[in-house]
């Protein structure tokens, strides 16, 4: 199996952008610098991060073993400090923006604790920690209502302070707390913490904002909040890494601004400008790139540690060189000729079913590789040795896609109801030959580009029993699949934004900015969580507000496959007449969603209510 953790081993080709963001923080001209490593769930970002923690902590080292005498242009004392803040790990604490802070406090203490060799006034530097924390301490008292003279009794007086530092600055900053005047203390605060980093010598203070995206609005704004704190900060960089869909979704929810119809960009494309000075977006990855993934993923699992050593070492050497070509089996059998890989050659014909069916996530793709294995060896442990990994693959293509996991559970009945067989034969002939789908078994349900892509690719499945494969998969043989385990958090968030608004207004202002920051695969989610809704109640009126306004076309405009995914098992005849509008609309494109929607059972209240509207 492998680990669904972030990596410092690049199997994505990551490096190259790992090195990008490294070079422009050692630049110093580029500091203060706040960087949005943007993409999907499971798109890499994390170890994207490591990648480029991993570089920056090398180049520290190389300072470190410099001759002191050095006159080069880098002093040899200088050093960059990175600081790892998960903030869903904090999102439980009533004031995560306040931690943050702390955070980075902590980490700069620890470092100069460990290392007063090289600090010079490390003592000095120290207590000024030591006083920024106790105001910030004292911020967080504030958060539980303590009275000011309670308060007071945490503060050094002046003398005290005088004793640590001398520095008029520190008495203001304790006037500040003792008037519980937020902003000027957070002043005070950015000016102390800026001169303590210049005067202790640091080139650069990293920090890394890791999983951001899986927090609630609330806890997104409150770090964005802390990281506006340190923007204007020299010497600091920020490495954000989060779904910038989210973020800016976060941002709608906590500041509620209406935008006006005439302005260009939205004002939370602007708060999220001014936050980011560098927004670095993740690519999908390649066919080639997918390829080249699964192959070093296959050598992983399949081949001696020492042996997949060698080979990940070469794969690295070989994308120096060649940041487009696919690197696969061919070149490492030019390489390691003596190599075993009679495992990894077995696997390889599922390649080609991933790269096509799969969206190219590497989270995704992990995770399908490990539910791959997991039945690969409960096949073992059941005798059932002749299960070839590509059938398996195939089917399980189909499963992994949230707009045709019923396509699955179908296939299932049907060989359950042939003996193991699928009756398959003259509809993939059909498919392969680009004929419109005719078989009274397939036409209704098969008929779409994608579905006729999977008949037609190979293996072919005619004369394959399928008994034992569906056996292995029947955990994944529900009669109603959960939607938790196929919809994400955001695009359940969104739902539920939907479902709050309770006019026709405010939707045609609303949907359109939600159907835009989603991708395909969340809009097939969105179909889906509107289907469940509708089984168990096809008249609800928050569904019929979303589906009646225009905007929805966005999602369901030429796409049979979303229009039956999103009246599957729907009691059509419930339905009333507050649909009316939804019907006409695809009536009206004469199309196949068209031609689908009217041969669809519906009342004769409905039915008098879509003529009245056509008049």
Not at 198 to 219: F, H, M, S, T
Request: net charge neutral; hydrophobic share 40%.
């Amino acid at each position: 199996m492998w680990s669904d953790n972030e990596t410092t081993q690049d199997l994505l080709g990551y490096q190259v952008h790992a090195d990008l963001l490294q070079k422009i923080i050692l630049n110093k001209a580029m500091l203060p610098i706040t960087i949005g490593v943007f993409g999907n769930w499971g798109s890499g970002k994390s170890s994207l991060m490591l990648l480029l923690h991993k570089g920056i902590t090398t180049w520290n080292n190389e300072q470190s073993q410099k001759d002191s005498s050095s006159k080069d242009e880098i002093n040899d004392k200088e050093r960059i400090l990175q600081i790892k803040f998960n903030s869903w790990q904090f999102e439980n604490y009533d004031a995560t923006k306040l931690v943050m802070i702390d955070t980075i406090l902590e980490s700069i203490k620890t470092d100069i604790s460990n290392n007063t060799d090289i600090f010079e006034k490390a003592d000095d530097f120290l207590a000024r920690i030591s006083l920024l924390k106790a105001g910030l301490f004292i911020l967080k008292k504030a958060y539980d209502n303590l009275t000011p003279e309670f308060i007071k009794k945490w503060l050094p007086n002046k003398k005290e302070l005088d004793k640590i530092t001398g520095l008029d600055t520190y008495n203001n900053l304790l006037e500040e707390i003792e008037k519980g005047n937020t902003s000027k203390f957070i002043g005070q605060f950015r000016e102390l913490f800026e001169q303590m980093v210049k005067e202790a010598g640091y080139r650069a203070i990293v920090v890394y904002i890791d999983d951001l995206d899986r927090c609630n609005p609330k806890r997104i704004i409150e770090c964005l909040e802390a990281v506006k704190l340190f923007v204007s900060v020299d010497r600091t960089a920020f490495v954000i890494g989060a779904d910038e869909r989210i973020i800016e979704y976060a941002i709608k929810q906590h500041y509620p601004i209406e935008q006006k119809k005439e302005e260009i960009s939205s004002p939370f494309s602007d708060y999220l400008e001014k936050l980011i000075q560098l927004p670095y977006k993740l690519p999908r990855l390649s066919g080639h790139e997918q390829e080249t993934y699964i192959t070093l993923l296959l050598c992983k699992q399949y081949c001696r540690p020492m042996d997949f050593t060698s080979i990940y070492e070469n794969y690295v050497e070989f994308r120096k060189s060649d940041k487009h070509s696919k690197y696969n089996i061919d070149d490492i059998k030019r390489t390691f000729p003596t190599l075993k890989l009679s495992g990894v050659e077995y696997m390889l014909p599922i390649v080609p079913l991933i790269k096509s069916f799969l969206n190219g996530n590497p989270r995704q793709l992990k995770r399908f590789m490990n539910t791959l294995y997991v039945r690969k060896e409960l096949a073992y442990v059941a005798g059932f040795d002749e299960l070839r990994p590509d059938v398996l693959v195939k089917l399980m293509v189909l499963e992994y896609n949230s707009l045709y996991i019923s396509r699955f559970e179908e296939l299932y009945r049907l060989q359950r109801d042939n003996n193991g067989c699928l009756p398959i034969k003259s509809v993939e002939e059909q498919a392969k030959s680009g004929e419109e789908i005719t078989d009274e078994l397939w036409k209704n349900n098969w008929d779409s580009d994608y579905l006729k892509r999977w008949l037609a690719s190979t293996p072919s499945l005619v004369d394959i029993n399928l008994q034992n494969y569906f056996w292995v998969a029947r955990d994944a043989l529900k009669t109603e699949t959960p939607i938790a385990t196929v919809v994400t958090r955001k695009v359940n968030l969104i739902f539920k934004g939907l479902c709050a608004i309770q006019t026709n207004s405010s939707m045609s202002k609303r949907l359109p900015e939600y159907l835009n920051t989603l991708d395909e695969d969340e809009m097939d989610m969105l179909i889906l969580l509107l289907n469940e809704k509708l089984i168990s109640n096809p008249d609800s009126a928050e569904c019929w507000r979303i589906l009646n306004d225009n905007a929805i076309d966005k999602l369901l405009i030429n796409n049979i496959d979303r229009l039956k995914a999103l009246l599957n098992n729907v009691k059509t005849l419930s339905i009333d007449p507050q649909a009316s509008a939804f019907f006409v609309r695809v009536e009206s494109r004469k199309d196949n969603c068209a031609e689908f929607i009217g041969k669809l059972p519906i009342s004769q209240q409905l039915t008098n209510a879509i003529n009245r509207k056509k008049r």
